[in-house]
């Protein structure tokens, strides 16, 4: 059977598996969309919990059909570098930053950095806008460089 002709082509880990894994009540109506089948995936993902923080279900967004836990997901280039400069190898699991695992825009630099609020209202004086907030930090140094 040629299942390249199909509304949903074998790749990946995909190809190796019996058809019945995918067809046990036949053929009609197999749903094509990841979340079908990988929802017990989805639902014990911890790192960074997928549930809690409400991730979308589209997993080919974020994961391919290869490797599961290898992800296009890209921190670096797409919000702040922690794969590399001085943040790489500082930080074990996401919560590390993310304070609030129901949403992810939610972060702290002030657990790592300690900068008194004293020291950091003396050095930024003058500084339009500034405010001692992880938020308002981001957005003076978005790639975590002074």
């Known amino acids: 059977f040629d299942h390249s002709q199909t509304q949903f082509p074998l790749t990946g880990a995909h190809v190796s598996l ?26 014990s993902t911890t790192n ?17 059909t290869s490797n599961w836990n290898q992800t296009t997901w890209d921190h670096d280039n797409q919000y702040f570098p922690i794969y590399s400069g001085k943040h790489k190898g500082k930080w074990s699991v996401c919560a590390d930053c993310h304070v609030d695992g129901n949403n992810f825009a939610v972060f702290e630099c002030i657990f790592c950095h300690e900068h008194r609020k004293s020291k950091m209202d003396q050095k930024h004086q003058g500084v339009s806008g500034y405010v001692y907030l992880s938020t308002a930090c981001y957005s003076c140094h978005p790639d975590g460089n002074d």
């Open 48 to 64: 960074p919990n997928h549930q809690a923080a409400g991730f979308p279900t589209d997993c080919q967004n974020c994961h391919n």
């Open 18 to 43: 019996n058809c019945v894994a995918c067809h046990a009540s036949g053929y009609t109506n197999t749903p094509t969309d990841c979340y079908s089948c990988h929802q017990a995936n989805y639902n």
